[in-house]
Nanobody, 127 residues
Framework: QVQLVESGGGSVQSGGSLRLSCAAS????????MGWFRQAPGKEREGVAV???????SYADSVKGRFTISQDNAKNTMYLQMNSLKPEDTAMYYC?????????????????????WGQGTQVTVSS
């Protein structure tokens, strides 16, 4: 049984930092395309960042240069380091995993590409 458990969310002021974690069981994160998504109230869920099994990464334009996605093989955990946070980053953040080791170019728009999802962790950024 695959489980993805997010943690690390919280409330911070604008300009602050948080590191989200996604602990996986039932799959090995470095063998999959793994991603972070977020959903703000009243908005659709959107892609934030992905990392493929070869270590290649891709980011949404809105977070480039501020967020970094990474993995720890020993801990079977994926991370999202978020710096220079803005109020518009406020959302529920979800981690997700594909069945495959590569990430499709349409990863940020096609949520159906991802087979497994966590329950989410809330990030709130105040101005």
């Amino acid at each position: 049984q695959v489980q993805l458990v997010e943690s690390g969310g919280g409330s911070v002021q604008s300009g602050g930092s948080l590191r989200l974690s996604c602990a996986a069981s039932g799959i090995t994160v470095i063998t999959r395309c793994m991603g972070w998504f977020r959903q703000a109230p009243g908005k659709e869920r959107e892609g934030v960042a992905v990392i493929a099994s070869d270590g290649s990464t891709s980011y949404a334009d809105s977070v480039k240069g501020r967020f970094t996605i990474s993995q720890d093989n020993a801990k079977n955990t994926m991370y999202l380091q978020m710096n220079s946070l803005k109020p518009e980053d406020t959302a529920m953040y979800y981690c997700a995993a594909r069945h495959y080791d590569y990430c499709s170019p349409s990863w940020s728009k096609n949520l159906a590409l991802f087979a497994y999802w966590g329950q989410g962790t809330q990030v709130t950024v105040s101005s």
